[in-house]
């Protein structure tokens, strides 16, 4: 181990108020969490290490990666890849963001399979997609295919969630003044269900109870 020196001032830093700013040999050399320093067990007079004071650092850079993702966390459920890809935007290294996800799903902070579901049950509700995009959305994301096959098997008939879908735009083919118009409104419907992900055996389904008058809004 490499000795620095010792600890001669802790100081309290005027800007920020729960943060320290530790001084070996009357040298500035690392700003910390008052609470952090604390639990640390940080002194004046103590003899301090290269290997401390990395220590310390890392440790710093940890708390404030995990408040980070905490509060990113606060507004919606995300995924391990969105959170790590947001700790890398925030200047975060790579070895701070893996204790960071380590200690947000041992908190239960992030949950892969749950937010699968959960984001499988929102497209079906809400935002009613093909299975293809949200497989697609959820690869994305970083979700293994194990959890998305998993969080697929919540999802309903496809041809029932395509008819949602549509559901409050097939009017204007009651106002259709011809058959040419008809069939025009018809295939804008097709090619709208294909942009949402459905597959053409779903979009063929839906499609022909148009046709036959079997599907009203």
Partial sequence: MTVRGRITAIQPQKA????V??????????????????HLHIREGQLVTEEDLAAWQHAEAYAAARDLAVKYLAGQARSIQQVVDYLRRKGIETDVAADTIQ??????????????????????????????????????????EQLIDKALMQYE????????????????????ENADEWRDIQRKLGRYLMSKGFSLSTIRIVMQELKQGRFTE
């Fill in 103 to 144: 200690y947000l799903e041992t908190s239960g902070y992030l949950n892969e399979a749950g937010y699968a579901e959960s984001f499988v049950n929102h497209r079906m509700q809400s935002k009613p997609r093909g299975k293809r995009m949200i497989r697609w959305e959820l690869q994305q994301k970083g979700i293994s």
């Fill in 157 to 176: 008939d496809e041809a029932e969630v395509a008819r949602r879908l549509i559901s409050k735009k097939t009017a204007k083919l009651q106002q259709a």
């Fill in 16 to 19: 920020y108020p729960d943060r």
């Fill in 21 to 38: 700013s530790l001084f070996v040999n009357g040298e500035y050399v690392l700003g910390i969490r008052r609470e952090l320093a604390y």
